[in-house]
């Protein structure tokens, strides 16, 4: 895949892959042995990921908008968390 959009087809890695956290404002991602800070708003979308392990970028879980949900799974997925889905 070259590049993701609202109907790009993602997956989630499993749940005992990663960890997610809350730290004051900020929503914490721990994945592969790296610590990703991102905005406290996402962090009900990566917890919804848990429930929802393969999704259209568009029906993405959670309380961000479309841009934002199409702005961070493209973050997720350069940093190899999402991978594309068949």
């Known amino acids: 895949m070259r590049?993701?959009?609202?109907?790009?087809r993602l997956r989630a890695p499993a749940t005992s892959r990663y960890r997610i956290a809350?730290?004051?404002?900020?929503?914490?991602?721990e994945f592969e042995g790296k610590r990703y800070i991102l905005p406290g708003q996402v962090a009900s979308t990566l917890r919804a990921l848990s429930e929802c392990p393969m999704f259209?970028?568009?029906?993405?879980?959670?309380?961000?908008?479309?841009?934002?949900?199409?702005g961070l799974s493209r973050y997720l997925y350069e940093i190899g968390f999402l991978t594309a889905a068949q």
Do not use: C, F, W, Y
């Open 3 to 8: 590049v993701v959009d609202l109907r790009s």
């Open 56 to 70: 259209r970028t568009g029906e993405l879980p959670g309380t961000v908008d479309a841009d934002a949900k199409l």
């Open 22 to 29: 809350q730290e004051g404002v900020n929503a914490i991602l």
